[in-house]
Every structure is written in C-alpha cells, then in structure tokens.
C-alpha cells in the first residue's frame, strides 16, 4: 500500500509535532523553535509570528496526540471530522514552487494552527478510508514515548524518527544489509 504523498507528508508533519511534546519536555517552546519547525517541513502560507498563534499551535499537539490514543477506528472518524470542522477545512489542489499540483487543506491565509489541524485530519482521513488506521504507532524503544507513522510497504517500521530510537533502527539495517552483502 503507498499513499499519496500530500497525505505521507501530512501524517509525517502531524507527527513531528505531536513529538514536539514528548516525555514530558517543550521541544517548541518559542517562536523560533516553531519557525525551524516549519522550515523544516516546508511549510508555506500564513505565519504571524505571534504567541497567540505559538500557543495555537502548542494546543493542536494533544488534540492530534488523542488519535495515536485510540484504536478504535469510530472514535477517531469522530476526531478526525471534528478536526475538519474546527479548522473550516477547505481541500483545493494548489501549484507553487517546483511541486506538482498538491492539496492544499485550508486557505493560505486561514491560521496556521487551523492549516496544521486540517492537514493532519487529512491524512488520518486517508488512512482510515484505506483501512489502514493501525499506521499510527508508537515508538517501540523502551526508553521513548514518541509517536510514528509507519509509511512502509510491510509496515515494519518500529522507531520514531526524533534522533536515538530512529539512529539505532538505521544503524541496526546498515549492519543487516552490510551482513547478506
Ligand atoms: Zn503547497
Ligand atoms: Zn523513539
């Protein structure tokens, strides 16, 4: 199963953030750790730069957090939709940059927290119409409480991407394919 990529990149970014509050630490405390955060992830449209909307954005996480909580497919259809309307989604295809034509959730100008709620509703939506809910998991490293979003063709994805559990799934690989080479 492969998903298209704006619904890949939504659920990747929904994590990213979400993981931005992990164990217990603000990993966005200011705005400036919210512009990398947005940088990194290409994120266009609105910024205002603001603490209001720093504090938008912080309160998004637990909202988006709840569906790594559930397994129930039912109640995330309920989340998922409350986040669409919340956010007064808008899906539209837009072009900017070199990217092809992509989904665009919400207006350009519409809040960024709102933009981030409907992107990442989207993606748990596309995953949830494919069967395919049980993507969102958590990180099996003992020692960490971050959530993942596994991507992979045999789902085997089993470590979160936010430095040590991610380095030592790599490194564990590079050995594997080094070994049968
Ligand atoms: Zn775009
Ligand atoms: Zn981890």
Wanted: hydrophobic share 45%; aromatic share 4%; net charge negative.
């Amino acid at each position: 199963m492969s998903f298209a990529s704006d619904t890949e990149s939504a659920l990747v970014s929904a994590a990213v953030l979400v993981n931005t509050a992990r164990g217990g630490r603000e990993l966005l405390p200011d705005q400036a750790a919210l512009t990398a955060l947005l940088d990194a992830d290409n994120w266009t449209g609105r910024r205002d730069g603001t603490a209001d909307e720093l504090h938008a954005v912080q309160a998004l996480r637990p909202r988006l957090l709840e569906l790594w909580g559930v397994t129930d497919v039912d109640q995330a259809v309920v989340m998922v939709n409350a986040l669409l309307e919340e956010s007064g989604a808008q899906p539209r295809l837009a072009r900017h940059d070199d990217l092809g034509w992509h989904l665009h959730v919400t207006a350009d100008d519409a809040p960024l927290a709102d933009r981030m709620a409907a992107e990442a509703a989207m993606g748990v939506l596309d995953l949830i119409r494919s069967g395919e809910f049980t993507r969102l998991r958590w990180c099996e490293s003992d020692k960490c409480d971050a959530v993942l979003v596994d991507l992979s063709r045999n789902r085997s994805k089993r470590y979160c991407d936010t430095g040590n559990c991610g380095n030592r799934a790599h490194v564990a690989a590079y050995r594997a394919r080094k070994s049968v080479r």
